[in-house]
């Protein structure tokens, strides 16, 4: 029907502009899928204090933009937003592993331009290994 209506109207080039978005937009999802979560992660726990742009405020909350803390080793950005530290609250139990592994992807991808594949399961690796130092420092 779709066809019938677009041959009648002579609008042959628009379907096919329309289809290629259509194919180019699904082929971004799968890819950026975990970037939505990430970013709405992101959005509703993360940027009262570190902006919406990740600039944080000086002086107040550091920046995760530009920051070579971030754009470090992942399993200390983990830990950080797992546990906590001085003013930054934990987040460990209150987000699932799937999501704290999505937003540290957002945070250092969007905001430092570095490619990062991490899964749930690398979360629970930072976790159990945390557990194991901070036993040992106890
Ligand atoms: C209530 C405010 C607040 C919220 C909400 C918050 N943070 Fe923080 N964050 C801080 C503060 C304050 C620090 C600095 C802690 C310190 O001085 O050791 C910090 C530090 C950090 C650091 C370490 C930066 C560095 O350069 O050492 C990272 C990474 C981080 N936060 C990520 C996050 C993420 C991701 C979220 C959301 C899941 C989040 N924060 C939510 C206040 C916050």
Redesign the pocket.
């Known amino acids: 029907m779709i066809r019938q209506y677009l041959r009648r109207s002579g609008a042959r080039p628009l379907a096919s502009t329309l289809l290629l978005t259509g194919l180019l937009t699904s082929g971004f999802a799968t890819s950026g899928q975990v970037g939505v979560v990430g970013e709405t992660g992101?959005q509703q726990?993360?940027s009262?204090?570190?902006m919406a742009n990740g600039e944080g405020i000086p002086g107040?909350?550091?920046p995760?933009a530009e920051?070579g803390?971030?754009a470090g080793d992942t399993r200390e950005?983990l830990r950080?937003?797992a546990y906590g530290?001085?003013?930054?609250?934990a987040?460990g139990s209150e987000?699932s592993q799937e999501l704290l592994a999505d937003?540290v992807i957002y945070?250092r991808e969007h905001f430092n331009a570095i490619p990062t594949h991490l899964t749930a399961e690398d979360v629970q690796a930072v976790k159990v290994s945390s557990t194991a130092r901070m036993a040992r420092e106890d």
């Open positions: 992101y726990n993360c009262a204090c570190h107040a909350f550091p995760l920051s803390f971030v950005v950080v937003i530290r001085a003013g930054m609250p987040f987000l937003i945070i």
